[in-house]
């Protein structure tokens, strides 16, 4: 799973390869505002039929973060 949230914030934050690590913080490290989270996890959503709370959204600070999230909502 991390492969595949890692190659939608390459394309979406338009970042180079071994910037993002599953520790990368999503804000300082990667440069994701409000905004690029909110479309990260829209395309996450419509991809892989999963629904994102937006009380969960506001918890995510690390790309683990993410992973984690979509690893658990993908095995309901």
């Known amino acids: ?7 939608v914030l390459i394309k979406q934050l338009r970042l180079k390869d071994r910037e ?3 520790s990368s ?8 505002d409000s905004l690029d ?3 990260l996890l829209m395309t996450l ?13 506001i918890t995510f600070e690390t790309v683990q973060d993410i992973v984690d999230y979509m690893e658990k909502a993908s095995n309901k």
């Open 45 to 57: 959503e419509t991809d892989y039929g999963v629904v994102i709370p937006d009380e969960e959204l």
């Open 20 to 22: 993002v690590l599953p």
């Open 37 to 39: 989270l909110l479309e």
């Open 25 to 32: 913080k999503i804000k300082e490290d990667l440069g994701a």
């Open 1 to 7: 799973m991390f492969e595949k949230v890692k190659e």
